[in-house]
């Protein structure tokens, strides 16, 4: 009976009808329950980190795909801004040799035409000289003579004709 007055068997008995209670109760269906619950929501939330997981590699590959695509187009864009600027060099090389060409033929035009006209100019100034030359000898010779044989010639030649 010494059992009977000891708290620790009171509190030990206390508690294994306390256990018997719950078991009675079915709290042990509600806690495996609660458990199993728990459970469910953390292997959804792992499904769905998993799913999320599997978008974000999908969208990285996707996005490794158009970084590829964007690389290659730049080049692209990059070889034929280079093939365009050559090939605007070499028109315009062309063109400024076109050019060239054209201005040094119009400056032999304009020589040879500045050329002949000084030639002109100088055959004038030759005949303008032999002319003046001829009446100053012509001018000398009636000065001189009173009659000049040539003169008097070709008056009597018109003398002759004109009968």
Excluded at 144 to 150: N, R
């Amino acid at each position: 009976m010494e059992l009977l007055m000891d708290a620790h068997f009171w509190v030990g008995l206390a508690f294994i009808v306390f256990l018997a209670v719950l078991v009675v109760a079915g709290v042990h269906r509600f806690a495996w329950k609660a458990l199993g619950d728990a459970g469910d929501k953390v292997r959804a939330q792992l499904a769905e980190a998993e799913g999320l997981r599997a978008e974000a590699q999908a969208l990285l590959e996707q996005i490794k795909v158009q970084k590829a695509q964007s690389e290659k187009l730049a080049a692209e864009l990059l070889a034929n801004a280079k093939d365009e600027a050559e090939r605007l060099r070499v028109e315009a090389q062309a063109k400024l040799a076109e050019q060239i060409e054209r201005r040094g033929q119009l400056a032999e035009r304009r020589i040879a035409t500045a050329e002949a006209q000084a030639a002109a100019e100088v055959k004038a100034a030759a005949a303008d000289l032999a002319t003046e030359m001829a009446e100053d000898v012509l001018k000398t010779r009636i000065v001189g003579a009173k009659s000049d044989p040539l003169i008097d010639q070709a008056i009597g030649q018109l003398s002759s004709k004109l009968q």
